[in-house]
C-alpha cells in the first residue's frame, strides 16, 4: 500500500534546537533509505548510521521524507529502528516527496 495524500507536518520534536539544520531522510520506494544525497541504505545499514548519529551530541534532529510510493510498511520500519535504537523525539515527517 502506498503511502498518498497531500502534504502533511507531523514533528515529535518540540525540543529540537531551532538553529541547527535538519537532516533528511528520505524513504525511497523499494524501503531503502537516502540521508541528503548520501548513498542508499538498507534497514541494517540504517542502523549502523543512527549508532553514529547517537554520538552526537545533541542528536541532529531527522526530517523524515517518504516518497509518495513508499508503502507504509516502509515507513513504519524506519520509525522502528529509530524507536528500537532509542533516538529519542528528534525526528518527524514533512511531507511526501514527489
Request: charged share 20%; aromatic share 10%.
Given at each position: ?72 510498511d516502509a515507513v513504519a520500519k524506519v520509525l522502528r529502528a529509530f524507536q528500537q535504537m532509542n533516538y529519542g523525539a528528534h525526528f518527524g515527517f514533512t511531507?511526501?516527496?514527489?
Amino acid at each position: 500500500m502506498a503511502v498518498m495524500g497531500a502534504a502533511f507536518v507531523f514533528s515529535l520534536a518540540s525540543n529540537c534546537d531551532a538553529e541547527s539544520m535538519p537532516l533528511n531522510l528520505n524513504i525511497l520506494p523499494n524501503g531503502h533509505v537516502r540521508f541528503e544525497n548520501g548513498p542508499e541504505l538498507d534497514q541494517h545499514a540504517l542502523r549502523a548510521k543512527i549508532e553514529n548519529l547517537m554520538r552526537t551530541e545533541p542528536h541532529p534532529y531527522i526530517r523524515i521524507v517518504p516518497d509518495r510510493h513508499a508503502s507504509y510498511d516502509a515507513v513504519a520500519k524506519v520509525l522502528r529502528a529509530f524507536q528500537q535504537m532509542n533516538y529519542g523525539a528528534h525526528f518527524g515527517f514533512t511531507g511526501i516527496s514527489k
